[in-house]
């Protein structure tokens, strides 16, 4: 048996799989992954499963030290990573061997990095999943977010060759939302309001929801409805008109008016948007919303085919390295706008 130890790590760094989908008629928050395109990535990197459990690191910087080899994939937001001063790159595995440190950087360009643990990482899961709701107090190993000195286990690293995987290239596009199912609450001019509006994420944003800043976006008739069920991407438009996007922590039913739901192809993208960062709305037919739900299934089923040999990039990771130092001052700026709530 190998392990990794987490010798320092920041807030909103935590456990994470695939979530409990299919529970929330329980009252069961379904939890699991905040960018699930950057989870399956370093999943395949290592051979696990697309969404087996694996660590959630936020904007913040980690270091973990193995004791006995461990392989690592690493993939979403990009920021400076090294084992003993080897570079590592996003969308690429790692071995470290006994005793070594991998220590990570700020994030830059998103939010929300994956570290999978080649063969999994051990805990008991609760109805079903290994992932944290930290409110909820479920989630294994630790039913909490991740902490300086926690142990991760897993088994020794099978010792195969290290992996890098080719991805489209990322949009700064709007994030395409499907207007419903409570649009008929605001009035056309509202709607267009949301549309042509620049939104901006609040630093006291958490896996629960994303709090918009912008302008207000005002009910025909009153905040309240009867509570109705939520998915990941409900965008609610309480009292006080600010919009809140729905994130895999919410509850499972709510009572202020839906105006949207972001796509599930955008909603990654969208985790990954840095507190403070403008973007913009688009809206889409369900035709289309569906089309790219399609694209994004075909994208996550072609993971395995996208693997390559690190060499076959002709990567010079001591190049790699001096740019990582030369980035290391933007990525903190970047990471200090995001001052995520922990409970």
């Known amino acids: 048996m190998s392990k990794l130890v987490v010798t320092s790590i920041g807030p909103a760094s935590s456990v994470q799989d695939s979530g409990r989908p299919g529970s929330q008629r329980y009252g069961l928050t379904p939890s699991g992954a905040m960018d699930r395109l950057a989870l399956a990535v370093a999943n395949t990197l290592v051979g696990n499963e697309l969404f087996a459990a694996a660590v959630e690191i936020g904007p913040f910087g980690a270091t973990f030290t193995a004791r006995g080899a461990v392989r690592v994939g690493l993939a ?30 700020f994030a830059r360009g998103g939010s929300f990095s994956y570290l999978a643990i080649e063969r999994g990482i051990e805990g008991e899961p609760m109805f079903g999943s290994l992932a944290v709701n930290a409110r909820a107090g479920l989630g294994s190993p630790y039913p ?29 596009a709007p994030i395409r939302i499907v207007f419903g199912p409570q649009d008929d609450e605001f009035s056309e001019e509202s709607k267009k309001l949301f549309l042509d509006s620049e ?30 069920g939520t998915v990941n991407g409900s965008v609610q438009i309480p009292g006080n008109g600010q919009p809140i996007v729905l994130m895999p922590d919410r509850g499972t039913s709510g009572g202020y008016p839906k105006i949207a739901t972001v796509i599930s192809a955008d909603f990654g993208r969208f985790a990954q948007i840095s507190a403070g960062r403008p973007f913009r709305f688009k809206a889409v037919t369900m035709a289309e919303a569906q089309a790219e739900a399609s694209k994004f299934q075909e994208l996550l089923r072609s993971l395995p085919e996208r693997l390559r040999g690190i060499e076959d990039f002709g990567l010079n990771l001591e190049a790699l390295r001096d740019a990582n130092v030369a980035g290391q001052a ?4 970047d990471a200090t706008t995001w001052q995520v709530a922990v409970p």
């Open 76 to 105: 979403g937001a990009s920021r400076n990573a090294d084992i003993g001063g080897r570079a590592v790159t996003v969308n690429s595995s790692a071995t470290l061997a006994d005793g070594e440190t991998l220590t990570l950087g």
């Open 330 to 333: 933007v990525s903190a700026i």
């Open 199 to 228: 939104w901006k994420i609040s630093a006291t944003s958490d896996r629960m929801g994303y709090r918009l800043e912008g302008p207000v976006i005002k009910h025909l008739d009153g905040h309240n409805i009867v509570s109705d």
């Open 144 to 172: 909490r977010p991740l902490q300086d000195g926690d142990e991760l286990t897993t088994q020794a690293a099978s010792g195969a060759a290290e992996r890098r995987i080719e991805l489209p290239a990322t949009t700064d």
